[in-house]
């Protein structure tokens, strides 16, 4: 089955740029999907198909795909963006359709 | 305003059983797939079941294969997993969520509903 790797954790200061990784063999060649999810909370939506935002998601959240990583970046990153954050494919390969990256804890510092 | 409404969850032995539901509103149920994703206390996201709109088509996660079976109800806008044989490592929020139509990704999620398998 596919596997999706994931730093468990990232720190940045407020105000700088967050990046955070999602490894998998040729990640480039699939749609990748990263959510947001705060303590007690259900996961969001924060970009979708690799690089797109939903509606009311801030422009400092952005995303990149290419070869074996896809990335989350967050600039300007504030004290609400402190979350965990997943990345996500569908595997059409199996039968594991979808697959979940273990997941990225951010630390605004 | 989509919202799925999760129910069902509680206390369970283990070797027991559960059955878990999802009351949909807001869109049209039937055009969509729907899956189920759990968490573990402190862990990861880890995707449960898909169910194909007319309920044709459907997949599980290896470790509950022949344990659970996902189902739904289209005229009751209903979502709903049953849990058979269940395990202490089954415990965790088991959250409802959509699939937007024509993508890979879930666009709404429900609030979940806790299952703890312990004796």
């Known amino acids: 089955s596919y596997v999706l790797t994931q730093p468990p954790s990232v720190s940045v200061a407020p105000g700088q740029t967050a990046r955070i990784t999602c490894g998998g063999n040729?990640?480039?060649?699939?749609?990748v999907h990263w959510y947001q999810q705060k303590p007690g909370q259900a996961p969001v939506l924060v970009v979708y198909?690799?690089?797109d935002r939903p509606s009311g998601i801030p422009e400092r959240f952005s995303g990149s795909n290419s070869g074996n990583t896809a990335t989350l970046t967050i600039s300007r990153v504030e004290a609400g963006d402190e979350a965990d954050y997943y990345c996500?494919?569908?595997?059409?390969?199996?039968?594991?359709?979808?697959?979940f990256g273990g997941g990225t804890k951010l630390t605004v510092l | 305003e989509v919202q799925l409404v999760e129910s069902g969850g509680g206390l369970v032995q283990p070797g027991g059983s559960l059955r878990l539901s999802c009351a949909a509103s807001?869109?049209?149920?039937?055009?969509?797939?729907m899956s189920w994703v759990r968490q573990a206390p402190g862990k990861g996201l880890e995707w449960v079941a898909n169910?194909?709109?007319?309920?044709?088509?459907?997949y599980y996660v290896d470790s509950v294969k022949g344990r659970f079976t996902i189902s739904r109800d289209n005229a009751k806008n209903s979502l709903y997993l049953q849990m058979n044989s269940l395990r202490a490592e089954d415990t965790a929020v088991y959250y409802c969520?959509?699939?937007?139509?024509?993508?890979?990704?879930?666009?709404?999620w429900g609030q979940g509903t806790l299952v703890t398998v312990s004796s």
């Open positions: 969520a959509r699939r937007r139509a024509g993508t890979t990704f879930v666009d709404y």
């Open positions: 807001g869109f049209t149920f039937s055009s969509y797939w």
């Open positions: 169910i194909k709109q007319d309920g044709s088509e459907k």
């Open positions: 040729n990640i480039g060649s699939k749609s």
């Open positions: 198909d690799d690089s």
């Open positions: 996500q494919v569908w595997d059409s390969s199996s039968d594991h359709l979808v697959v």
